[in-house]
């Protein structure tokens, strides 16, 4: 089967920073992105990665390692703001596997 | 620029009543549509994809339905709600041709469906 493994919740500081794994078994890849997801809202977009190596962008950063079925986001400077579900998606194949997110709890 | 939107926000509706949500993209030709659900707390759940006018994809066997009756609309239905269809329901497109971006997908507002 097709599976997608992040954890199921994470707590960090403000000005601290934070990963959060995403580790995938698919039959098919062309793709892993991140999107973010507010309570109560639709997920936005954050990166893709379709190459081994690390994408950045401002103050969040995404690994990948095709090898190992691996990628992590990386949160630096955390802001209240970041205090949100994270979700990691695979292209398999052309069909988007989801995991379950990640919710991203940040205290003072 | 491509803009989607998909309405209504909120809905409460009682069991056994039809539903019917709407969802329209801007700005693009030709996009593949999506319907999801997220249940509270849990990973989005594809219902339905579509890759052409009249074309409809079911992943989930269920008594909900979808239309495209325009290249850019896509409209998820139901005979007869169940409580357990509530939920957050979102519409989603992507464009197979981006090759910077890969196949991103873009959401809707989403619509919270509450069937009581």
């Known amino acids: 089967g097709q599976n997608i493994d992040q954890p199921t919740e994470m707590t960090a500081t403000e000005g601290a920073i934070v990963q959060i794994n995403c580790t995938y078994q698919?039959?098919?890849?062309?793709?892993l992105f991140w999107y973010q997801q507010h309570a109560g809202e639709a997920p936005t977009f954050l990166s893709y990665?379709?190459l081994d190596g690390l994408e950045e962008k401002g103050r969040f950063s995404s690994f990948l390692s095709r090898s190992k079925g691996y990628s992590y986001l990386l949160l630096k400077e955390l802001q209240m703001k970041d205090s949100a579900s994270y979700l990691c998606?695979?292209?398999?194949?052309?069909?988007?596997?989801w995991g379950a997110g990640t919710k991203l709890i940040i205290k003072p | 620029s491509q803009t989607i939107h998909q309405w209504p926000a909120t809905l409460v509706q009682p069991v056994g009543s039809p539903l019917s949500l709407e969802c329209t993209v801007e700005?693009?030709?030709?996009?593949?549509l999506y319907w999801y659900r997220q249940a509270a707390g849990r990973g989005l759940q594809l219902l339905f994809y579509?890759?052409?006018?009249?074309?409809i994809s079911s992943e989930v066997p269920q008594n909900l339905s979808a239309s495209r009756p325009q290249d850019r609309q896509f409209i998820l239905s139901s005979k007869k709600l169940l409580l357990s269809d509530s939920g957050f329901y979102l519409c989603?497109?992507?464009?197979?041709?981006?090759?910077?971006?890969?196949?991103?997908?873009?959401f809707g507002e989403g619509s919270w469906l509450t069937v009581v």
């Open positions: 998606a695979v292209d398999s194949n052309y069909q988007l596997i």
């Open positions: 579509s890759v052409g006018i009249g074309q």
């Open positions: 698919t039959s098919g890849f062309n793709g």
């Open positions: 990665n379709v």
């Open positions: 989603a497109w992507t464009y197979w041709g981006a090759q910077l971006s890969g196949n991103t997908i873009y």
């Open positions: 700005g693009t030709s030709n996009p593949n």
